[in-house]
């Protein structure tokens, strides 16, 4: 069984940043697109940011666009979400989703998605 560990959340005030880590156990980052997707209390869970299993393609929803950087690191099993100008529309739980999905693809979509962490609180404060 994969695990999924997310780290970095916290309370941030308004135009703040932070940095969300995501962290694979047991199994190769690099056989895995990876997504983060975060869910405010009342919402349906939300795709925010993927990356494929190389880190050639990326997305990202639409408001956090030039706002948040999702990275990968594949010798350290990490995925990163950097989150700047945060705003309070982006307070939710955020968690990371692993996908054995083909190269060169990764998706925002709640149903493909084949493991998920427990997610990581953000809190953005006006």
């Known amino acids: 069984q994969l695990q999924l560990v997310e780290s970095g959340g916290g309370l941030v005030q308004l135009g703040g940043s932070l940095r969300l880590s995501c962290t694979l156990s047991r199994f190769t980052l690099g056989s895995y697109a990876i997504s983060w997707f975060r869910q405010a209390p009342g919402k349906e869970r939300e795709g925010v940011s993927c990356i494929s299993r190389n880190g050639g393609t990326t997305n990202y929803a639409d408001d956090v666009k030039g706002r948040f950087t999702i990275s990968r690191d594949n010798a350290r099993n990490t995925v990163s979400l950097q989150m700047n100008s945060l705003e309070p529309a982006d307070t939710a739980n955020y968690y990371c989703?692993?996908?054995?999905?083909?190269?060169?693809?990764?998706?925002?979509?709640?149903?493909?998605?084949?493991?998920w962490g427990q997610g990581t609180q953000v809190t953005v404060s006006s």
């Open positions: 989703a692993a996908d054995r999905t083909r190269d060169n693809y990764c998706s925002m979509s709640v149903s493909p998605m084949d493991f």
